[in-house]
């Protein structure tokens, strides 16, 4: 039901009938080459790939939405929290990666962000300097993710669990 493109981050309801996705047109998805990387897929001709959008479909393959749309910024990894909103990842505050060195650096970091199924109520949750990725939500409602931070790390060392709450404080 969508055009050529690829996704990024998928995540199955509590009650098993629906799937949150983040997905991104890419017309000439068959003719390019991909090269995956930590914030998703880049191609070799830059902005041959649009923004990634979060979308939901039934397990059953009907009731295809969007719920998030921005003309430039990506929504990706959404999980599905508790309350019935969404919890992803968005490089909506347009901080460029700090990262320098001997790479070809052109990324927008991402942060938390909120928003009901039906996209409204959208809001940041966090405005990290760094990468805050992957949310998954445990049963106590809590948010386990990862943070790319630059504390004493080298750029390949693993990274810690981390937890929050899923509300503006």
Same mark, same amino acid.
């Given at each position: 039901? &969508?055009?050529?493109?690829?996704?990024?981050?998928?995540?199955?309801?509590?009650?098993?009938?629906?799937?949150?996705?983040?997905?991104?047109?890419?017309?000439?998805?068959?003719?390019?080459?991909?090269?995956?990387?930590?914030?998703?897929?880049?191609?070799?001709?830059?902005?041959?790939?649009?923004?990634?959008?979060?979308?939901?479909?039934?397990?059953?393959?009907?009731?295809?939405?969007?719920?998030?749309?921005?003309?430039?910024?990506?929504?990706?990894?959404?999980?599905? &929290?508790?309350?019935?909103?969404?919890?992803?990842?968005?490089?909506?505050?347009?901080?460029?990666?700090?990262?320098?060195?001997?790479?070809?650096?052109?990324?927008?970091?991402?942060?938390?962000?909120?928003?009901?199924?039906?996209? !409204?109520? &959208?809001?940041?949750?966090?405005?990290?300097?760094?990468?805050?990725?992957?949310?998954?939500?445990?049963?106590?409602? &809590?948010?386990?993710?990862?943070?790319?931070?630059?504390?004493?790390?080298?750029?390949?060392? !693993?990274?810690?669990?981390?937890?929050?709450?899923?509300?503006? !404080?």
């Amino acid at each position: 039901k &969508l055009p050529a493109g690829h996704m990024r981050g998928m995540e199955l309801h509590w009650d098993a009938d629906r799937i949150v996705f983040a997905y991104a047109e890419q017309p000439r998805y068959y003719e390019e080459t991909l090269v995956e990387s930590d914030q998703g897929f880049n191609d070799k001709v830059h902005g041959a790939s649009g923004p990634s959008h979060i979308y939901e479909i039934g397990t059953n393959g009907n009731r295809l939405r969007k719920i998030t749309d921005h003309k430039f910024n990506s929504d990706i990894e959404p999980a599905y &929290l508790p309350d019935g909103d969404i919890i992803f990842c968005s490089d909506r505050s347009n901080y460029g990666s700090q990262c320098s060195g001997n790479f070809k650096q052109n990324k927008k970091i991402v942060n938390f962000y909120r928003a009901s199924l039906d996209g !409204t109520g &959208l809001r940041p949750l966090h405005n990290n300097k760094d990468f805050d990725r992957y949310p998954h939500v445990m049963e106590n409602g &809590l948010v386990v993710y990862t943070r790319w931070e630059y504390q004493e790390r080298q750029r390949y060392q !693993t990274h810690n669990f981390w937890t929050t709450l899923p509300y503006v !404080t």
